[in-house]
């Protein structure tokens, strides 16, 4: 028994002491794998005027090498996207202005890990299923190919991953499946059944793109420089530039938006175009609430795109004066064009540049609102309503540029921090 003892007391303390290692790991549970599901928030978000502020909250002990915020997605849903210096990817989400949670993306299987440690978010869209869609383009300058990103944020993992091209990511109208696009590129992806891309091409001599709209009828819009080109099962169609104005926007892309059945296509600041099933038109923003000191501005307007309630938003484009795009003919042509029998009107005469140099010293600073269901052309001051809307001090003045109406709400962005803002807020 005595030599039994020291044997039975070494037992006990062996049970002693694994049960306190127990206990305490318990108490103190091992950190979350590096692909681990979920991080803490890493964010912020608290009421700041009539919007929000959004602000990084990072951890001293979590290096982190870049955190970018993308632009406003439909649904009230803001996405920054973590980039640590470990190689993690880490996806803040925000939802009508509050933080909704942080997540860790794991690296997609069949995407290369040394793509996915730097890669880029460069756009995303969120489904209604809640489906994140996350468009990851390369971080590193070797023109590697984007990969699109299927990601659960309940489970956090990723239901697929396809190679895809181009910046941008337009989602369907059916919602199984989304246009990607850029410059030079464009594709459909569809995910019904096995997630498939199909290259769509662009027409010929199309160099490259300046929108992309995804149509109910399966039709798919792309404005260009050259003007507009229509995709349907038949193959490409083209439509041709209106006749130029008497002010020319060099370099001022095309616009487009989709509203209740009808195409709207901004050819050129000033000249809109519809068009519902057949061909386009004009389409005149009734003007009677502009003041006829802002009369000019119907000459600026650059189409931005169209809100959640289906209103059109336009900001007011820069014309260059010193390009004449409407000299008038010269006598020369007008009399050959009379020995020809031609009863073609002389061309109308150009712009005169001195009452507009008069009039943009004033500035541009203004945004236009239209509803072409319910009312005329609303102006809205950009400085004006700026001041009732409680920015928070350290956040400069926007341009009416930054507008982003498709997703109805304005985002900006100061180094970590962010302020959002529902456009209902602006022009209620």
């Given at each position: 028994?005595?030599?039994?003892?020291?044997?039975?007391?070494?037992?006990?303390?062996?049970?002693?002491?694994?049960?306190?290692?127990?206990?305490?790991?318990?108490?103190?549970?091992?950190?979350?794998?590096?692909?681990?599901?979920?991080?803490?928030?890493?964010?912020?978000?608290?009421?700041?005027?009539?919007?929000?502020?959004?602000?990084?909250?990072?951890?001293?002990?979590?290096?982190?090498?870049?955190?970018?915020?993308?632009?406003?997605?439909?649904?009230?849903?803001?996405?920054?996207?973590?980039?640590?210096?470990?190689?993690?990817?880490?996806?803040?989400?925000?939802?009508?202005?509050?933080?909704?949670?942080?997540?860790?993306?794991?690296?997609?299987?069949?995407?290369?890990?040394?793509?996915?440690?730097?890669?880029?978010?460069?756009?995303?869209?969120?489904?209604?299923?809640?489906?994140?869609?996350?468009?990851?383009?390369?971080?590193?300058?070797?023109?590697?190919?984007?990969?699109?990103?299927?990601?659960?944020?309940?489970?956090?993992?990723?239901?697929?991953?396809?190679?895809?091209?181009?910046?941008?990511?337009?989602?369907?109208?059916?919602?199984?499946?989304?246009?990607?696009?850029?410059?030079?590129?464009?594709?459909?992806?569809?995910?019904?059944?096995?997630?498939?891309?199909?290259?769509?091409?662009?027409?010929?001599?199309?160099?490259?793109?300046?929108?992309?709209?995804?149509?109910?009828?399966?039709?798919?819009?792309?404005?260009?420089?050259?003007?507009?080109?229509?995709?349907?099962?038949?193959?490409?169609?083209?439509?041709?530039?209106?006749?130029?104005?008497?002010?020319?926007?060099?370099?001022?892309?095309?616009?487009?938006?989709?509203?209740?059945?009808?195409?709207?296509?901004?050819?050129?600041?000033?000249?809109?175009?519809?068009?519902?099933?057949?061909?386009?038109?004009?389409?005149?923003?009734?003007?009677?609430?502009?003041?006829?000191?802002?009369?000019?501005?119907?000459?600026?307007?650059?189409?931005?795109?169209?809100?959640?309630?289906?209103?059109?938003?336009?900001?007011?484009?820069?014309?260059?004066?010193?390009?004449?795009?409407?000299?008038?003919?010269?006598?020369?042509?007008?009399?050959?064009?009379?020995?020809?029998?031609?009863?073609?009107?002389?061309?109308?005469?150009a712009e005169d540049p001195g009452p507009w140099l008069d009039y943009l010293k004033e500035g541009l600073d203004r945004v236009y609102v239209w509803?072409?269901?319910?009312?005329?052309?609303?102006?809205?001051?950009?400085?004006?309503?700026?001041?009732?809307?409680?920015?928070?001090?350290?956040?400069?003045?926007?341009?009416?540029?930054?507008?982003?109406?498709?997703?109805?709400?304005?985002?900006?962005?100061?180094?970590?921090?962010?302020?959002?803002?529902?456009?209902?807020?602006?022009?209620?």
């Amino acid at each position: 028994m005595k030599r039994a003892l020291p044997w039975i007391l070494t037992f006990v303390a062996a049970g002693g002491i694994a049960a306190g290692l127990f206990a305490l790991g318990r108490r103190h549970p091992a950190s979350a794998p590096a692909q681990g599901p979920a991080v803490s928030s890493l964010f912020t978000a608290a009421p700041a005027g009539k919007g929000w502020r959004l602000s990084l909250q990072a951890a001293p002990d979590q290096p982190l090498r870049t955190v970018r915020f993308l632009p406003p997605l439909q649904g009230g849903w803001v996405l920054a996207q973590v980039l640590t210096q470990t190689g993690d990817q880490l996806l803040g989400r925000f939802l009508e202005g509050r933080w909704r949670d942080t997540l860790r993306v794991p690296t997609p299987e069949g995407v290369p890990a040394a793509f996915f440690r730097f890669a880029r978010l460069e756009d995303a869209v969120q489904l209604d299923n809640g489906t994140c869609l996350l468009l990851y383009g390369d971080g590193t300058g070797s023109g590697t190919a984007p990969w699109l990103v299927a990601l659960d944020p309940f489970s956090a993992r990723v239901r697929w991953a396809i190679r895809g091209v181009g910046t941008r990511l337009v989602l369907g109208p059916d919602g199984q499946s989304c246009l990607l696009w850029g410059p030079g590129a464009l594709a459909r992806v569809t995910w019904a059944g096995t997630p498939r891309l199909e290259d769509l091409g662009l027409p010929a001599g199309v160099q490259a793109c300046d929108a992309v709209v995804a149509l109910p009828d399966g039709r798919v819009a792309l404005a260009h420089p050259g003007g507009l080109a229509l995709l349907s099962r038949m193959g490409w169609t083209s439509e041709p530039l209106p006749e130029p104005g008497s002010l020319a926007f060099p370099g001022v892309p095309g616009g487009l938006a989709a509203r209740d059945g009808a195409l709207y296509w901004q050819a050129r600041p000033g000249q809109l175009e519809r068009a519902d099933s057949g061909a386009f038109a004009p389409a005149v923003p009734p003007a009677a609430d502009v003041p006829a000191s802002r009369s000019r501005d119907l000459q600026l307007l650059h189409l931005a795109g169209a809100d959640p309630k289906g209103r059109l938003w336009f900001t007011l484009a820069n014309p260059d004066l010193t390009i004449r795009t409407a000299a008038p003919a010269s006598p020369a042509l007008e009399a050959a064009a009379a020995l020809a029998g031609s009863s073609a009107a002389p061309a109308p005469q150009a712009e005169d540049p001195g009452p507009w140099l008069d009039y943009l010293k004033e500035g541009l600073d203004r945004v236009y609102v239209w509803d072409p269901a319910a009312g005329g052309l609303r102006m809205v001051d950009w400085k004006a309503a700026w001041k009732g809307l409680g920015v928070p001090p350290d956040f400069p003045l926007p341009l009416p540029r930054d507008l982003q109406p498709g997703a109805g709400a304005l985002l900006l962005v100061k180094d970590t921090e962010a302020w959002w803002l529902p456009l209902d807020r602006l022009a209620p």
